[in-house]
């Protein structure tokens, strides 16, 4: 009698560990999806391919750029001050619009969601190195 009620008595902390566990767990899962950096990590594109097919040709596609474009005031996309002083609203509209004289525009060849896209990419450049 004694080792059954025992048993029981296992049984009940063992499903009440077990379940706030999956509370904790659940906790965390919200908190993470919060703080997601930005709406291009919800996209379908695909920016590194793309970034590669329309933009590497020219800022080369770990994003320093090409020295024939650098000395042109082409920015290196890896340089932290650079992307200390630019705002994500300032590298959409330079990929919209164009930027300076050899920077084409390219809102008639993207859409919003991949100019997007491109952003959360050039964001990209800096963490590494
Ligand atoms: C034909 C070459 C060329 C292509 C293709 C090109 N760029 Fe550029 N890009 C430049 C040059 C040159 C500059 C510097 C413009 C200036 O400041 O005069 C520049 C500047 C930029 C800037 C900085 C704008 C600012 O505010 O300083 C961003 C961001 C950028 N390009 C993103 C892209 C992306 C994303 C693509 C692909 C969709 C792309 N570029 C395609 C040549 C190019």
Known sequence: MKNLSFLRL???????VLSSGALLNRTMLTTQGASLPSLAAFTSVDAVALFG??????HNKHGEGLPNWRTKGQPDFTNADW???HTDAQIA???RNGE???MPAFKDRLSEEEIAALVGRVRGFAKKR
């Open 10 to 16: 296992a049984l009940v902390s063992a499903v009440l």
């Open 53 to 58: 097919e329309k933009c590497a040709m020219c």
């Open 83 to 85: 992307q200390k002083t």
């Open 93 to 95: 509209a330079a990929i």
């Open 100 to 102: 300076g004289k050899y």
